[in-house]
């Protein structure tokens, strides 16, 4: 009988430093990136359990007095109801701020109007002048209507938006002109062709709209200061203006603590419609 004959290939020679990465500097390199990015943010947690002793003796693990600033922000002066009125305001803005862009995007490209480039050109126009240079006639207007200390003085005035109808302009013209004419071959409406096609190919634009004009509305501060009165119609940007001082000394941990919690309905919107912000503003013609 002929014998089998078995080769084996050498063994490598084992690194002693195997266990290490390649490129094991970078992740160092990362490594400390991430924490000096992240540090604000973790200081102001443990500042958030703090009182202001701790605080100006730079203690740097968690304090004693989380129940007390909680107690402080949320019962005492009632963020929470601050964080309901900056929701529903945020929820109704951005909403109505994107179907009122949807509308107008639809407008300036598949309709045909006199002087649609000039109305256009002075919906460009509007980019150039921001809300503070509009707020004495814009409060003028508001207050002649009775709307303060309303949620529609809060709302109302920001349901068009300049920065969304340019946005799905942009994004309709990427849209080849087949689909439309398409559409127009089979019967369908403008609404049909606008709910049947162009807002299901339309959805990463729709979520990039909505995480930027939710962020906006959640951080708005001047407006409401001023037309809103009410302590129970305010939002929560004010609110939080009115934690820098209580009992008549500035008070670190539960202004931490209340920017840290009013914080987290933007991450939250932001996580859902992650996918869709980051796949971009627009759909090309090779999509």
């Not at 109808?165 to 369908?188: V, Y």
């Amino acid at each position: 009988m002929t014998a089998l004959t078995q080769t084996y290939a050498p063994e490598k020679k084992k690194n002693a430093n195997s266990w290490l990465p390649q490129r094991w500097y970078l992740h160092i390199l990362l490594w400390i990136t991430c924490f000096i990015i992240s540090f604000p943010l973790l200081y102001a947690v443990i500042v958030a359990t703090q009182t202001n002793d701790e605080v100006v003796r730079y203690q740097v693990t968690p304090g004693s007095s989380f129940d007390t600033n909680w107690e402080t922000v949320m019962i005492t002066r009632k963020l929470g109801s601050y964080m309901v009125n900056s929701t529903v305001q945020a929820i109704i803005v951005t909403v109505g701020k994107t179907v009122l862009s949807l509308l107008a995007g639809l407008a300036f490209v598949y309709f045909r109007f006199p002087g649609k480039w000039l109305v256009f050109g002075f919906v460009l126009m509007t980019l150039m002048m921001p809300t503070e240079l509009l707020i004495i006639a814009l409060f003028r207007f508001v207050s002649g209507l009775g709307w303060g200390d309303t949620m529609a003085a809060i709302t109302v005035p920001f349901l068009a938006s300049a920065t969304g109808a340019f946005l799905f302009r942009q994004h309709f013209s990427n849209i080849p002109a087949e689909l439309s004419e398409a559409a127009q071959l089979d019967g369908a409406n403008p609404l049909q062709f606008l709910f049947r096609i162009l807002i299901p190919i339309s959805w990463n634009t729709i979520g990039a709209l909505a995480v930027i004009q939710f962020i906006y509305v959640w951080n708005m501060y001047l407006w409401p200061l001023l037309i809103i009165r009410d302590e129970r119609a305010q939002v929560v940007q004010v609110g939080l203006g009115s934690l820098r001082n209580i009992d008549t000394t500035l008070t670190y941990g539960p202004l931490m603590l209340a920017a840290v919690v009013t914080s987290i309905p933007p991450v939250i919107v932001f996580i859902l419609l992650q996918k869709q912000f980051m796949s971009g503003f627009a759909i090309t013609r090779d999509k």
